[in-house]
């Protein structure tokens, strides 16, 4: 079964503080996102990667940069946290492929708290 | 560019009757949509998925959706539903992109099904 590991469940950052969340995928999958999930808004897609160095903008980067130095491991780093980047984050990952053959296998979340 | 709309935001069900959760999606050709489900503290779970073929599509826990092309909606619906299918649902188009792939997510039903 798919793993995706985030390595915290909860955490507490300052305003201006560099942040980073960490994702792991025991798959060997090419594919690795970042979301963030508020109230009203659903699922917003930040970063995505698909293979390693490789990075794309999703829709809402403004703020955010991503690492990818190894295929299991997807870092979100947040560069000067703010409070408007208190939210919900998710990591997930598929295969190489269509996103009907390959659907997301996502972890459970790490709820990030800028005061 | 793709959508999609998850008109209710709450609904409330009894524990046994029939549920129907409504999404409509725009994209410009054929898409690929999901319906995921949240559990609480949870990370997102596939339900079930469409590209192409028999318009109405089985999934996991008894659900079931219909894809419209007409109506561009692709509902999902349960015949009984039960307690523990409390969660929040998202319905999501998919697309192809370069290595990857790309969803878009809704702003998620929120379901409370009462005993």
């Known amino acids: 079964d798919v793993k995706v590991t985030q390595s915290s469940r909860y955490l507490v950052k300052r305003t201006g503080e560099k942040v980073f969340l960490e994702c792991v995928q025991d798959?060997?999958?090419?594919?690795m996102f970042w979301y963030r999930q508020d109230p009203g808004l659903g699922l917003r897609l930040i970063y995505f990667?698909?293979?390693?160095?490789?990075?794309e903008k999703g829709d809402i980067p403004e703020g955010y940069s991503v690492s990818r130095e190894k295929k299991e491991r997807f870092s979100l780093i947040l560069e000067s946290a703010s409070t408007n980047q208190t939210s919900m984050y998710l990591c997930?990952?598929?295969?190489?492929?269509?996103?009907?053959?390959?659907?997301?296998?996502f972890g459970n979340g790490t709820r990030l708290t800028v005061t | 560019a793709q959508s999609v709309t998850q008109p209710d935001i709450h609904i409330t069900v009894s524990e046994g009757a029939s549920l129907e959760l409504r999404c409509n999606y725009s994209?410009?050709?054929?898409?690929?949509l999901f319906w995921y489900v949240q559990s609480p503290g949870q990370g997102l779970q596939l339900l079930l998925k469409?590209?192409?073929?028999?318009?109405l599509v089985q999934g996991i826990k008894g659900f079931e959706a219909e894809f419209k092309r007409s109506q561009s909606s692709f509902n999902l619906r349960k015949p009984s539903v039960h307690w523990s299918d409390a969660a929040e649902y998202f319905c999501?188009?998919?697309?192809?992109?370069?290595?990857?792939?790309?969803?878009?997510f809704g702003t998620g039903t929120q379901l409370k099904v009462e005993l």
């Open positions: 997930a990952s598929s295969p190489l492929g269509s996103s009907y053959n390959s659907p997301l296998h």
């Open positions: 798959m060997d999958h090419e594919n």
């Open positions: 990667s698909y293979d390693v160095k490789m990075k």
């Open positions: 994209y410009g050709a054929t898409p690929y």
């Open positions: 469409y590209f192409s073929g028999d318009t």
């Open positions: 999501a188009v998919g697309r192809f992109t370069g290595g990857g792939n790309k969803l878009t």
